[in-house]
């Protein structure tokens, strides 16, 4: 039985550096004009509302989207993720959060084709509703991302971005991103594989980079952004992390200008750093 709801979390720090991060790997790749495919291994809902509902409970997109969404200085990474945002919000009130899917969605061309995989029965119910309008372009499935990518790839265009985003909740998450990413690795060696991860003080999360790092010797990028010290009751995410296989050359240097901004305006003490790790080829 699953519990989690995106809802609750929709537009806090964590998601700013994913879809942050989700938006640069998907404008990269409609650089060229060759066909690639998004796989949303967790895709949630796809569409958040701000102003009523889960979100508006804990309304932890204060801590996150909130922060940006007026600044007039944004580095030129938060720019165009905070455009997307903007999209859903053309009155200028921020009222709706874009999910992945939304984003990608917005960013894919006509030749591009996603894949979305959601467990959680209402989540999948509101995700085809959003997505009713969306054609055949976007296949949904209300299945297991971690088994069900297995069939997708390697995708026929031979270019794609794989979102994992699991919430780990529930602890086998860890072991069961690091068992998807290793597989489907041997199956599409080239794709591009972003992994979120919380930084929350359990074992699993605190050597879940390491074991990320063990996935391929290189190319890959590392990004942190901590917004605070550890909770003292030992609960609660005080950052998170991206993990990039097979990232663009150009990620680094765009995540450098963009993470101490972040750090800047999402710090909520004088602990809140960002980290960027990489290994090129
Ligand atoms: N990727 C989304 C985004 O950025 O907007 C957020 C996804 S949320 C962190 C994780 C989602 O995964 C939840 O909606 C949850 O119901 C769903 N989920 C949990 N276990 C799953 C599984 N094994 N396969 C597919 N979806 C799952």
Redesign the pocket.
């Known amino acids: 039985m ?1 519990s ?3 809802a609750f ?2 537009g806090n720090h964590a ?1 700013v550096l ?2 942050t991060v ?1 938006v640069q790997l998907l404008r990269y790749l409609g650089l060229k004009d060759k066909a690639y495919w998004y796989i ?7 569409v958040y509302s701000l102003k009523e509902g889960y979100a508006t409970k804990t309304a932890e997109f204060e801590t996150g989207i909130a922060k940006l969404w007026e600044q007039k200085d944004l580095p030129a990474a938060l720019a165009e993720y905070v455009e997307e945002v903007g999209a859903l919000n053309p009155d200028g009130q921020l009222r709706y959060y ?6 990608a969605w917005r960013l894919m061309r006509d030749q591009d084709r996603m894949r979305l ?4 029965s209402t ?1 999948i119910d509101v995700l085809r509703h959003n997505f009713r309008d969306a054609g055949r372009r976007a296949m949904l499935f209300g ?6 990518i297995k069939a997708l790839l390697p995708p026929p265009p031979r270019r794609a971005l794989v ?1 994992v ?3 780990f909740e ?1 602890k086998r ?1 860890y072991t ?1 991103t690091l068992t998807c990413v290793e597989e489907s690795l041997k199956r599409f060696a080239t794709g591009t594989y972003a992994v ?1 991860y919380p930084q929350v003080t359990r074992q699993e999360s605190q050597r879940f980079p390491e074991q990320l790092k063990q996935l391929q010797p290189t190319n890959w990028l590392h990004l942190t952004l901590t917004v605070s010290h550890p909770p003292s009751d030992g609960f609660g995410l005080y950052g998170s992390g991206m993990f990039i296989l097979n990232p663009p050359y150009t990620l680094a240097a765009t995540m450098k200008e963009t993470l101490p901004y972040l750090v800047d305006k999402l710090g909520q003490d004088e602990t809140a750093q960002f980290k960027i790790e990489s290994r090129a080829d």
């Open positions: 699953l989690y709801r995106h979390h929709a998601d994913k879809h989700v949303d291994t967790h895709a949630g809902a796809g874009p999910g992945s899917p939304y984003l995989f959601e467990l959680h989540e299945a297991d991302g971690f088994d069900g979102l985003d699991p919430s529930d998450d069961r979120w």
